[in-house]
């Protein structure tokens, strides 16, 4: 099993309309979650972080998190073309002595916005 | 702003070579990461390094070692190229934290191993 899996996609939604993608973990000790967003040729950027159960707004984006679940999700509001990018989900497990952190991403899934 | 800077977008070098990735930041970060992203593999952890001096293998370190001299810069070496280390290299920063936080990430080089 890997520990970060995401649908790659590709992932095709309307311009105006809900884009949702998912990610799940298996380490059950991660303690922070991320999304990032990346346009092709570029390096990724952070849009999103998340710490504790439930949702987290910033915008037009919704990170939920459920810990039970080993289950994060982003939901992109009002798509716009510009939305068009791969997103990456990154889960950190923290460190409790030395060398306990890792980064891990999931392989990333592909949005595109059709106008 | 942050700022982590790769000293090359692109390399060309060949089988055999000694290849040195350099990555510097400016944000005091304690951590510092080294990734490859391969088509359809996602982004790879090779190593990552907390202090000083301190580094920590990741899930693919066979064939790469890593230098830690200074704080600000986290150096990637290939001892000895092969082609199938072809990929983009992607260099992280990040604080410390408990809990972890947030990477931010150099430009990326570009390294095709002929």
């Known amino acids: 099993q890997k520990e970060v899996e995401q649908n790659s996609g590709p992932l095709s939604v309307p311009e105006g309309a809900i884009a949702s993608l998912n990610c799940t973990y298996s380490?059950?000790?991660?303690?922070?979650f991320f999304w990032y967003r990346q346009y092709s040729g570029k390096s990724p950027e952070l849009i999103m972080s998340?710490?504790?159960?439930g949702d987290k707004e910033d915008g037009r984006f919704t990170a939920q998190l459920n810990k039970a679940s080993q289950y994060v999700s982003l939901l992109i509001r009002d798509s716009q073309p510009s939305d068009s990018a791969t997103y990456l989900c990154a889960v950190n497990r923290g460190w409790s002595n030395f060398g306990n952190e890792k980064l891990t991403f999931g392989t990333g899934t592909r949005l595109t916005i059709i106008p | 702003d942050v700022k982590v800077t790769q000293s090359s977008r692109y390399l060309v070098k060949r089988t055999g070579e000694k290849v040195f990735l350099e990555c510097v930041q400016d944000m005091d970060h304690e951590n510092m990461f080294w990734y490859r992203q391969d088509p359809g593999l996602g982004l790879r952890l090779i190593y990552f390094?907390?202090?000083?001096?301190?580094?920590e293998k990741g899930d693919i370190p066979e064939g790469y070692s890593v230098s830690r001299e200074k704080k600000e810069r986290f150096s990637l070496i290939l001892e000895s190229a092969s082609t199938n280390q072809t990929s983009m290299y992607l260099c992280?920063?990040?604080?410390?934290?408990?809990?972890?936080?947030?990477?931010?990430f150099g430009q990326g080089t570009r390294l095709t191993v002929v």
């Open positions: 992280a920063s990040s604080v410390r934290d408990r809990v972890g936080t947030e990477a931010f």
């Open positions: 998340i710490y504790s159960n």
């Open positions: 390094s907390y202090d000083v001096k301190m580094k």
């Open positions: 380490d059950r000790g991660s303690q922070s």
